[in-house]
């Protein structure tokens, strides 16, 4: 299953869709960090496909990855250009997955990238 995340991501910064509907079930619910939420894979499809014309994944880099059961948990960093804006920030991914070893509920959670010391060092 941490193969499959990879492969994902992997696909993003490659700009290649052509997983998308081996990675994801037809009743896969997708929540992205920021709101949006995508019902099935021809509805992943359809957004990778909108997406990568205005943007384009510059990294998206595991830091550590773990797997309980039939979930995994990624925590990445993310960056990109999208219309002609670069950004990028630290995130969380949580992924089930089922019997067929396809992601069938997805959820994205995002962090600022830059963080600080408030109080200074300890």
């Keep these: ?3 499959i995340i990879r492969k ?5 910064v490659k700009a290649d869709g ?3 509907k081996e990675i994801f079930s037809d009743q896969t619910v997708y929540s992205e960090c920021y ?11 359809r957004w ?15 830091k550590r990855i773990h797997t309980v059961g039939r979930t995994v ?3 990445w960093y993310f960056k990109c250009e999208y219309e002609g ?7 969380v991914t949580i992924a089930d997955f089922d019997d ?18 408030p109080y200074g060092e300890a």
């Design 48 to 62: 990778f496909r909108d997406w990568n014309r205005k943007g384009r994944v510059l990294e998206w880099n595991i």
């Design 100 to 117: 067929d070893c396809r992601i069938v509920k997805l959820c994205e959670f995002q962090s600022k990238a830059e963080h600080y010391l």
């Design 73 to 75: 948990f990624a925590e």
């Design 18 to 20: 052509t997983l998308i």
């Design 8 to 12: 994902y991501f992997e696909a993003w």
């Design 1 to 3: 299953m941490e193969d």
């Design 85 to 91: 804006t670069v950004d990028g920030f630290d995130g």
């Design 35 to 45: 709101g949006p939420e995508y019902h099935g894979a021809d509805q992943i499809a």
